[in-house]
């Protein structure tokens, strides 16, 4: 079984401060984790992923998470926003090998707002 | 390259219609997942599909709601007899064969309100 909580509905941060939206996980495999972002009537795009190799993560945007394990997190950051980034942030957890490694389960998701 | 195609964008059926979503993987890809938004959810897995063959449908509900994968042409995700609780936003994924199972390309949805 595995499971994510994103523990921000709502994160609103002004243009050029830094992002941290929070995600934990729980799962009984070793797990990899994803974030997608989703713009207004836009589909999911991918933005990293973790798959058991390096803990640090650098994905498009200058968006980067860091798997930490003892803390079950995958948190997901950014020095500096851009108005650009202001969208709606998924966690993502599955099974990082093995059957049905398909089955994504996703958190609630972040709205991030970004003001100028 | 086309992204993941899904039509329509917004579908408006009353109480008891049928509600049809279609999509269209990306070229080359020949698995298909369905997820669901409900309102201030996380999108929650539906069913695999392969070319012909449901692989796993244990995300569905157990009534009124079916999916297939012709040999040709899109995905079909079937609700019959809609309820106002069936009003989600609806999500198709693809990938491509042989490869990793969790990399799925999203398309961009389909809003069903059912008045």
């Known amino acids: 079984a595995q499971s994510v909580t994103q523990l921000d509905s709502h994160v609103s941060v002004s243009e050029g401060t830094p992002v941290l939206l929070r995600c934990n996980y729980s799962?009984?495999?070793?797990?990899?984790l994803f974030w997608y972002v989703q713009h207004p009537n836009k589909g999911l795009q991918l933005l990293l992923k973790?798959?058991?190799?390096?803990?640090l993560v650098k994905g498009i945007n200058g968006f980067e998470a860091e798997f930490k394990k003892s803390e079950t997190s995958f948190h997901l950051t950014k020095p500096s926003a851009h108005m650009s980034d202001a969208a709606e942030y998924f966690c993502v957890v599955t099974k990082g090998s093995g059957g049905s490694n398909y089955k994504l389960t996703f958190g609630k998701g972040t709205l991030l707002t970004v003001n100028p | 390259n086309a992204g993941v195609m899904q039509n329509p964008r917004h579908l408006v059926r009353r109480r008891g219609q049928e509600a049809r979503l279609r999509c269209s993987p990306m070229k080359g890809h020949s698995h298909v997942y369905w997820y669901r938004q409900l309102p201030e959810e996380g999108l929650k897995f539906m069913v695999y599909?392969?070319?012909?063959?449901?692989?796993?449908e244990s995300g569905m509900p157990k009534e009124r709601f079916s999916a297939e994968f012709p040999k040709e042409g899109p995905s079909i995700l079937r609700i019959q007899q809609v309820v106002r609780g069936d009003s989600a936003a609806y999500f198709c994924a693809s990938s491509p064969p042989g490869g990793l199972g969790y990399e799925q390309y999203f398309g961009p949805g389909t809003r069903l309100t059912v008045t």
């Open positions: 799962s009984s495999y070793s797990p990899s």
């Open positions: 973790y798959t058991s190799a390096a803990t």
């Open positions: 599909l392969q070319k012909e063959n449901i692989i796993d």
